[in-house]
């Protein structure tokens, strides 16, 4: 290879690497889902190694998203509820049925002796 093409080279990958290392930033968001409270904390370093932390907080829900919550959790009540419901009317149908079994087989017998 011919040193010209060599520092050209070396140049180009110089380049792109200190590109990739200039101004990093990291970004780290936690919430909780249940209150709606949300903390991103963004951090960046500086080429000379000098670190910019800044804090955005938000505490609740806008009326939107309240409202958005609110209905979701009406549905996951009546859900619930529903759900309850069928499960008590099967049990008793169930029941019944096996009532009106027995009479039936009690009768068979009677009518056989």
């Known amino acids: 290879?011919?040193?010209v093409m060599k520092k050209?080279?070396?140049?180009?990958f110089a380049t792109a690497f200190s590109s990739a290392a200039f101004a990093q930033t990291t970004t780290t968001t936690t919430g909780?889902?249940?209150t709606g409270n949300t903390s991103t904390t963004e951090v960046d370093v500086r080429d000379n190694g000098t670190v910019k932390t800044e804090t955005t907080t938000r505490t609740g829900r806008t009326a939107v998203?309240?409202?958005?919550?609110?209905t979701t959790q009406d549905v996951k009540r009546a859900g619930r509820?529903?759900?309850n419901a069928v499960e008590k009317g099967a049990k008793k149908t169930g029941k019944a049925?096996?009532?009106?079994?027995?009479?039936?087989?009690?009768?068979?017998e009677d009518i056989v002796d």
């Open 8 to 12: 050209a080279l070396l140049l180009f």
């Open 65 to 70: 998203g309240q409202k958005r919550y609110n």
């Open 97 to 108: 049925v096996k009532k009106g079994a027995k009479k039936v087989g009690n009768k068979a």
């Open 32 to 34: 909780d889902k249940a």
């Open 1 to 3: 290879m011919k040193p």
């Open 81 to 83: 509820k529903t759900g």
